[in-house]
């Protein structure tokens, strides 16, 4: 296994591997994929089966939503890496989000959390922007006094609440957020084709065209193991052990319009935040894992399939030729230099794809303990089932 993992960049050191996987002081048990490290659990916020049971049903509830017919679920859907297939997201008052629906997929590694918010780097603290925000509005709950009183006519609550937390008043609005960041941690996907090669030396786990393909994804060249590297093909990943990571944030070349502003607004990434000039168009690489199921593409999917994606980075930038966006995203001032272009055939396309499409897990697509109950992961109260 050694060679085939030296040669992908995925081997993580034998201390860290090692000590990573120590049990938690908590009755807790990570059942992890080989090469996963623990999650980092807040100490304030440790995990329990309990605890998971309880986000899960809060995390597929519409009570968590201002019309009483969206969840968590809605824009994170189980059978699409929890995504929802859209380019953009819809919120509870039929908005339309600048940005589209990032996968949950080992969402408890993520070094920063959102697309372009360098500060939002904890479970707890992210679930409350969908529930409470309105800018877009999402979920869009009046207030977490009226989630709380919502969730206290619910006789389950009360009794499911009161055993993870206590007699004592348990259905509190940080309650709320410990038990969906807890179930949220679960949501890991280490089990596709591309692991099984890899781990479990199933040669026949991925196809030859996929194997020239991993090689294309690791060359210099192409570079894509730069922003999408390590165990979850991703940005910067963080876990029990290991040192505080810088969040990595990437302007692509997506887009290079005339005016102040190379991004059009409101998605001009981490700039939003800073307001610094050099973070125009800076948004975070999101996991690869699963990447086949979470069409369209970019953050604002503006790109409709893999293909269109290989090509974006390919020309080094896209080029929109008319329109309000018109522009060269190659020339973009303030575009990565990681993002330079390459030359690639058909052929390698095609190989490359092969490549990302074992990174689709089924299993954790249809994982029972992730899912909203036996019938269907649609979003409802869960005491309708």
Known sequence: MIPRLLAAGLVLSTPVAIATRAAAPTDYVWHLPPGFPT????????????????????????????NGRQSCATCHSQVLAFTDGRARAIGSTGEEHPRG????????????????????????????VPMFGDHPVELGLASPADLVARLKTVAKYAELFGAVYGPDDPITIDNVTRAIACFERTIISGRSPYDRYHFDRDD???????????????SQ????????????????????GRAPQQAEFHNTGLYNIAGLLSYPAPNTGVYDVTKKPEDVGKFKAPTLRNIAVTAPYMHDGS?????????????????????????????????????????????????LIAFLNTLTDEAFLRDPALS????SPAARSPDRN
């Not at 949950?104 to 070094?111: E, I």
């Open 101 to 128: 629906s990032m996968s949950l997929a080992n969402v408890a590694y993520a070094a920063a959390l959102t697309w372009a918010n360098p500060s939002m780097a904890q479970l707890e603290d992210q679930a409350l």
């Open 39 to 66: 999650p980092r659990v807040p100490a304030n916020n440790p995990m329990s089966d309990a605890k998971v049971a309880l986000g899960r049903r809060l995390f597929y509830d519409a009570r968590l939503s201002n």
């Open 372 to 375: 909203s109950g036996p019938t």
């Open 204 to 218: 026949s786990a991925v196809s030859d065209a996929a194997r020239r393909g991993e090689k294309l994804f690791f």
């Open 221 to 240: 060249p192409l570079s894509c193991f730069r922003c999408h590297g390590g165990f979850n093909f991703s940005g910067a990943v963080d876990f029990e």
């Open 303 to 351: 790109l409709a399939t893999l293909d269109e994606v290989i090509e974006h980075y390919a020309a080094g930038g896209r080029t929109i030729a008319d329109g309000p966006y018109k522009g060269i995203g190659h020339d973009n001032p303030y575009k990565s230099p990681i993002v330079r272009g390459f030359t690639i055939s058909a052929e390698q396309k095609s190989d």
